[in-house]
């Protein structure tokens, strides 16, 4: 599951992986990922919020990552406070994910020797 990005304003895009992706190479793989407030949006008058995520493969590697999200880069309606909470743990756990996984091409790679296994 990709999702094309675009910078506006720095005149670049990419494709990324979106959480769900992130979610599905993380099941695929048996990485367990934790994610915890390091500063929660209540506790900052949802301003901004900061998590930690850490990885942690079945063969015993782990990542530690970080997110963090604004809330003046976030729609602002009734919701926006909780927003900006889910923008900082989703950030923090795409980034273990994908720094664990290489950006998903364990997964990739994984899947390419099974099926040439059943071949």
């Not at 008058?45 to 995520?53: D, I, L, Q, S, T």
Request: net charge negative; with cysteine; proline share 2%.
């Amino acid at each position: 599951m990709k999702t094309e990005v675009s910078y506006a304003g720095r005149g670049d895009s990419s494709t990324t992986i979106n959480k769900r992706g992130c979610q599905v190479i993380a099941n695929y793989l048996g990485v367990d990922v934790q994610t915890d407030a390091i500063e929660s949006a209540p506790e900052t008058g949802f301003e901004y919020a900061h998590y930690e995520a850490v990885a942690e493969h079945p063969d015993g590697r782990t990542a530690t990552a970080h997110g963090v999200a604004r809330a003046d880069g976030v729609d602002q309606d009734d919701d926006a406070g909780w927003k900006v909470e889910m923008q900082a743990e989703t950030r923090a756990y795409k980034r273990a994910v994908k720094q664990l996984t290489g950006g998903g091409v364990e997964a990739f790679a994984k899947e390419q020797e099974e099926r040439q296994g059943d071949a």
